[in-house]
């Protein structure tokens, strides 16, 4: 297959701290070009791999690319995300991009350093959905002594009763699967369902705007 | 032994990957998104910003929770009770077909929720 070098662009997954070389051992969005590269601007690095110039559309397997290199990158990194679908036309814009963000990046790669997000989701069970209202608050209060913070998103889907995500030490993963079964016997009305490890989508939000000169 | 506790290892469903990837962690504008594939930032001397920052601990000092031990507790009931009523409104909102507005912008991460919505319902069309 050939390959158009002038037609390639980069897509980001996330943004790391400059350091030991990445073991991302997985296919990059676009098959094509699987290699996972690190991009460094002063002590930070963007994780990218090559991608044609063009918009990269929400499919299913492009979605779940994203998620599993930066998962693969979590592993011994600290990452934080990117949303989907960011990518730059050259090498150079990419690193515009990290001296833009630096502050913020920053600072975000130093507090979530050494954490982990988790997910947990509880569904009742069937049509029993007395005192959900009141185990919701008790549940995080509870998770709260084997979590550095917690979030509460919308719930989705049939039988969601709670959403929630929790900012855990790498060294307490242990100690909060403890916490969620404890949780999981002491409501037997309620089905939870656990994920992660995540990189910290949840506990950190940076918004970046593009600035033209006027 | 309890058995509702499922617990996802390995790869992650397409739901709870859809729940986080769209807008969370560092987010550039849809937009910008787009102009990002087709200008070159160096040459039209554009510039990326940052708009916001919100870190865990920036949300804790947000409500009053000093030090970092505290931000589980980040969360009271108060808090609760309004994202329990904006999820009860914009589950309304959304039922009524007006996702797509009407959120309240920048108030918590629930009332970005409508923009969003759509979004899996596209994705698995896009995927076949």
């Not at chain 1, 499919?59 to 600290?78: I, S």
């Not at chain 2, 940052?50 to 009053?64: L, P």
């Not at chain 2, 009524?96 to 759509?118: H, L, M, N, T």
Request: aromatic residues 6%; contains cysteine; positive net charge.
């Amino acid at each position: 297959m050939k390959k158009n070098t002038q037609a390639q662009g980069f897509y980001i997954y996330g943004i790391v701290r400059a350091g030991a070389p990445l073991h991302a051992d997985c296919c990059g969005v676009d098959k094509r070009w699987p290699r996972i590269e690190e991009i460094r601007s002063d002590d930070i690095c963007a994780v990218v791999s090559r991608v044609p110039r063009e918009p990269i559309a929400a499919t299913r397997e492009h979605l779940l690319a994203h998620e599993r290199v930066n998962r693969a990158v979590l592993a011994d990194r600290t990452v934080i995300p990117m949303a989907f679908g960011t990518q730059c036309r050259s090498r150079e814009d990419v690193a515009q991009v990290l001296r833009s963000g630096y502050d913020a990046f920053s600072e975000a790669l130093e507090q979530m350093n050494g954490k982990l997000e988790f997910g947990l989701q509880g569904y009742r069970h069937g049509d029993t959905a007395a005192g959900t209202d009141r185990a919701v608050p008790e549940i995080l209060r509870q998770l709260g002594d084997v979590s550095l913070a917690s979030r509460l998103n919308a719930p989705f889907g049939p039988g969601m009763v709670m959403n929630a995500a929790f900012l855990v030490q790498r060294s307490g993963e242990a100690g909060f699967d403890h916490g969620v079964r404890e949780i999981s016997q002491r409501y037997p009305d309620l089905m939870f369902k656990r994920s992660g490890p995540w990189p910290p989508y949840n506990f950190v939000r940076i918004r970046l705007q593009l600035e033209r000169p006027s | 032994m309890n058995s509702s506790l499922d617990a996802v290892h390995g790869g992650h469903s397409l739901v709870d990957v859809l729940d986080r990837v769209l807008d969370k962690g560092i987010v550039i504008d849809a937009w910008v998104r787009v102009a990002l594939v087709g200008i070159d930032l160096v040459t039209v001397e554009a510039r990326i910003v940052i708009a916001s920052i919100d870190t865990y601990i920036r949300y804790a000092k947000a409500i009053g929770a000093m030090p970092m031990s505290a931000a589980p507790r980040a969360a009271g009931p108060r808090e609760l009770e309004e994202l329990a009523a904006e999820n009860a409104a914009l589950r309304a909102l959304v039922k009524d077909g007006i996702a797509a507005q009407g959120a309240p912008a920048r108030r918590a991460r629930a009332a970005r929720r409508p923009a969003r919505i759509p979004a899996p319902a596209r994705t698995p069309r896009e995927a076949q």
